[in-house]
């Protein structure tokens, strides 16, 4: 799947945003950080940046469906990685949720579908099973 510059520094933000939820950057945060913006070819001079002035970054909603599911995913697993999940972390994915037009009852299913997966990690034909099932 391809990307504009700025749909990888939306989602690079977006997962900033989460791994700072609580108020502190694990090492696991930074290190997958890392891995997401070396992907997606973004310097690691600019990730620290961002990380920097939190404050301003902004983040726009993916237009596509299919990146909408991405992205939550990619969130998703950002606030799995430090085996700590708090209320901070569950309010912004409830918020994102929205803003991507994702019912609760498919970031439920989500959520208790990664418990069955290392890491978290779920499947992509789970995964869109399981977002495919809010349209019915």
Known sequence: MTYTTQEKIDLLS???LMALADNKLSPEELEF??????RMDIEESELMSMIRYRDELTVS???SHTKRII??????LMMHIDGKVNDGELQLLHEVALKYGFR???V???LNAMKNYPHG????SELLTIHSSQNN
Request: charged residues 20%; aromatic residues 4%.
């Open 14 to 16: 977006q997962l900033i």
């Open 33 to 38: 950080l890392k891995k997401i913006a070396q």
């Open 61 to 63: 909603t993916p237009q």
């Open 71 to 76: 992205h939550f995913h990619k969130l998703l």
């Open 104 to 106: 609760k009852s498919v």
């Open 108 to 110: 439920d299913s989500l």
């Open 121 to 124: 990690e779920i499947p992509p």
